[in-house]
């Protein structure tokens, strides 16, 4: 599938005079994993309210697969996932299910196949009120994914599940994306992430400061990588005269390089031979491209 999901053109909105989005612009695409990064307070939650019609922006636009938010057609094309997700607790998964179902003018049946694939299928005749907050979590994936919604907004999705039900998260996520449906999550387990969207977007103070993916990110960034040469305590001494850089454990040399002298580096290293017995590169994290672009470091853009 081709075509955009959801467009925002310079989007502005503000409470008492603070704005807590500042001319926000992007677009997805279908069938693209976003991840939507941000403080407490960045304005995520609103960007989100925004997009599913609860907010109005002061100004700009924003386009739900060609539809207004809040439209008819936009709600029947997206759905959405908050981060505190609550169904009345003496309804039984398969009760909430159809509830659901029906309030999207979808069949029922067709439903009840996504308590399986997210888990619960021997959940679903206990009561929402037995379930712990993953299971509830788990619940109101399901519920999102009735209808198979074309745009999915999910806040904090994985918070309360443990790391099985993480990962078996992010394989759905993987398959709905796979058939065209466009995803946009807003996470701080920045390791999550990582390597499971396409696209990273950073809000910091309302304002867009980083859209792009990892990758480009993190070459934009030029953020220093860490190179951990191991060698014996008989040798750790000859390394370290010869690369530089500071022991470590007595072991290893740690040295810290920019991006485009880590190729002369390594051939350094390998010209130590037998001298060392491994080498450890680290590259920097979502973290850290995330501390940088936000301006946790003190040196954002």
Known sequence: MNGSALNLDRVVKSFDAHRVVDGVSFELAAGERVALLGHNGAGKTTLFKLILGFLVPD???????GAAPGSAGARNAAAYLPEAVAFHKSLTGEEVMRFF?????ADPRKAMPLLDRVGLADAGRRSVGTYSKGMRQRLGLAQALIAS???????????????????????IVEEVAAGGTTVLLSSHALTEVEARTDRILILSRGKLVADDTFASLRAAA???????????????EEIASRLGGTRVNGRSVELICDPSEK????????????LVSDIDISLPSLDDIYRHFSGADGKGA
């Open 59 to 65: 100004s700009g636009a924003i386009s739900v697969l």
């Open 101 to 105: 179902a029906r309030l999207k003018g």
């Open 149 to 171: 919604p074309r745009l999915v907004l999910l806040d904090e999705p994985t918070s309360g599940l443990d790391p099985i039900s993480r990962q078996n998260f992010y394989e």
């Open 222 to 236: 030029r953020l220093p990588i860490r190179l951990k040469v191991q060698g014996t305590e008989a040798n750790v």
């Open 263 to 274: 190729t002369a580096r390594l051939a350094a290293i390998t010209a130590l031979g037998p």
